[in-house]
């Protein structure tokens, strides 16, 4: 999996890679698939493709308003899947912050203990789920 982060200005974010979506389209999940992927997802589950197989993510693009699109892939059909990873939370920013002052290296409140938070610019994110949990100035 490929995610990577450029950054352009301090509100913007950009997806580096012209390739993204490489002249794809990008199928919907129905929202009770997203829910179910968004877990899967945090948990680091094996995720079911709706058409059979497997999906597996290939691009992690974050979003201007600090939540991502996650890009899977089926491994049966080669059909593209676009998930929508909500923003952070105002609970799970205080978390971060907490770590923060006290010293620990923080990490995504939602990818778990094993997923450190990286610095891109003044924003703080995890490069798994794409979610920016801080601005660090
Ligand atoms: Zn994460």
Do not use: N
């Amino acid at each position: 999996m490929r995610s990577t982060w450029l950054f352009r200005s301090p509100r913007k974010w950009m997806f580096l890679g012209g390739d993204f979506m490489e002249g794809r389209e990008l199928k919907e999940l129905s929202s009770s698939e997203q829910e179910e992927a968004r877990k899967a997802y945090h948990r680091k589950e094996q995720m079911p493709s709706p058409a059979g197989g497997v999906l597996e993510p290939v691009r992690v693009q974050p979003r201007e308003e600090g939540g991502a699109l996650v890009v899977f892939e089926c491994t049966t059909s080669h059909v593209r899947y676009g998930l929508e990873i909500p923003k952070a939370t105002s609970s799970e920013r205080k978390k971060v912050r907490a770590m923060i002052t006290s010293s620990q290296d923080p990490h995504c409140p939602r990818c778990g203990s094993s997923e450190r938070l990286r610095r891109v610019g003044e924003f703080l994110g995890c490069s798994r789920c794409g979610v920016v949990y801080a601005t660090v100035r």
